[in-house]
């Protein structure tokens, strides 16, 4: 049996995990955002850890997961991230964290993909998403076949990693009280989806409303798959910018997998 652990905030990584699993066959997807109250012990022949680049290194659920996890050693384990094409040392550095915790990572791969981060640019729609949803699912016959050859690659970004090391940690200073600049419109029902979509539980529904915690990940998880698009942040950079979703995850689809 092969296993993977994803953690996905707009269904970038799960299409890459769920393409992944149809090649490798007999293979078992794992939500990180899930295992976060427990140590998580993985075995499989292969264990898979597939996750976007957030802050030029890992998400910060992911940390959490690492933090509590270890991997059988008959265990054949493979980095895959992905990100919007700037991922600098993040795999590098994913696989020092993981040596720190005595799991040995064989192979690392990147595939650029479409960018989820609304303050900085305006993710993709129509047919620009889609086609750069192909190319992500195009990469991946050359992961498989290495994968199931057990073929070692080189981790990527090693020469990255320190600037990505310092670069992930600053941004994650102040990220918790980030949440202070999302803010709901009148479109805004209370039907709670973000509440239950929300890997670091930081939503509530008061009166009706979304309140912000202040353990807020960064992700935007809420802001992507608000059905009314009624979350809102920061007034300025992020008014009018798409909604993104990778176009083979439907809601449901998403929904289903935050609960698995
Ligand atoms: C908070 C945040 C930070 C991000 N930081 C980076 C980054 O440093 N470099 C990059 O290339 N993409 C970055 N991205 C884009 C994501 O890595 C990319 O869109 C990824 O494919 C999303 O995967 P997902 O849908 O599985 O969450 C960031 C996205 C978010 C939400």
């Known amino acids: ?148 050859g057990r073929r070692g690659v080189a981790v990527p970004g090693r020469h990255l990693r320190f600037l990505s090391e310092f670069l992930n940690a600053k941004a994650f200073e102040k990220t918790a009280e980030g949440d202070r600049r999302f803010f709901v419109d009148d479109g805004c029902d209370g039907c709670g989806l973000c509440a239950e979509l929300c890997p670091a539980g930081d939503i509530v529904i008061e009166a009706g409303r979304p309140r912000w915690r202040h353990r807020c990940t960064g992700c935007f998880t809420c802001f992507h798959w608000c059905p009314h698009e009624a979350i809102q942040y920061n007034r300025s950079s992020s008014a009018g910018r798409n909604r993104y979703r990778h176009p083979s995850i439907s809601p449901e689809r998403y929904r289903r997998w935050c609960r698995s």
């Open 1 to 148: 049996m092969n296993r993977i652990y994803v953690y996905s905030s707009t269904g970038n990584s799960l299409a890459l995990a769920e393409g992944m699993a149809r090649r490798l066959g007999d293979c078992e997807l794992v939500n990180m955002a899930r295992c976060l109250e427990r140590d998580e012990e993985a075995s499989g022949e292969t264990v898979g850890l597939v996750f976007p680049v957030h802050a030029f290194g890992l998400p910060a659920v992911v940390r959490r997961f690492f933090d509590r996890l270890s991997v059988d050693g008959g265990s054949w384990v493979y980095l895959l991230l992905d990100s919007a094409g700037m991922p600098l040392g993040a795999p590098a550095l994913a696989a020092k964290i993981l040596a720190g915790r005595s799991v040995a990572v064989r192979a690392g791969f990147h595939v650029a993909m479409a960018g989820n981060y609304p303050p900085l640019y305006n993710p993709p729609s129509g047919e620009k998403r889609q086609a750069l949803a192909e190319r992500g699912e195009g990469a991946l016959d050359a992961i498989a076949e290495s994968v199931i």
